[in-house]
């Protein structure tokens, strides 16, 4: 029988990979990088490789996946949906003041999940739409052309929708006390990683861009 500390280790250990992620930023492109795989790959592996989109959505879906099987449900479409149509609107704006607003979302989904915060179906749905549009008009801002935009936001949108699906999933069939206590230290991770953020943004002069 496995010793549950070393579950535990092993268990924190996968989920500080993503955060380490935010100590390392890489300097903001204007449009999202070719992966040389088509637009579709091209939208995957920008969200992959863009810790302040990755990180909110599993905040997000750690949050749902705390409230139980049914606010994961609504997360999984809502968020996915949300980001496609801030994507699409954000294809004719331009993005200002992006940095500050993304590290306000690590202040306030890793807020939440360190708090187990009670928030009703309804609040986390607003919340689910919001965060997915904004995300999705960063990133709709940052494709140049619309030629191949519908491809490069499903690109976007499916590795959203599998991370919720996967994450939720994962918290709702977690029963030991010392794994939610572990999603929480999650959430305490993600708002000092925004802390981090907004602290290199102020120092590098991005949040007054």
Known sequence: MRNPETIQAKFLMVLSIPFAMILFPACAEAHLNSTGLGPFYDGLAHFLLSPEDFIPVLA?????????????????????????????????G????????????????????????????????????????????????GMGPPRDALLVLLGLVF???????????????LRQQWARIAVRVVGSWIVASGLLLLGWAARSGLITK
């Open 94 to 141: 331009t993005a200002t003041g992006g940095t500050a607003l993304a590290c306000i979302s690590f202040l306030l989904l890793g807020g939440l999940l360190a708090a187990d915060a009670k928030v009703s179906l309804q609040a986390l749905t607003g919340l689910s739409a919001l965060v997915g549009v904004f995300h999705g008009y960063l990133n709709g801002t």
């Open 60 to 92: 997000l879906a750690l949050l749902a996946g705390q409230r139980g099987a049914a606010y994961g449900r609504r997360v999984l479409f809502i968020l996915p949906a949300a980001w496609l149509l801030g994507g699409f609107i954000g294809l004719a």
């Open 159 to 173: 590795p959203v929708f599998v991370l919720v699906a996967i994450a939720a999933a994962f918290v709702v069939g």
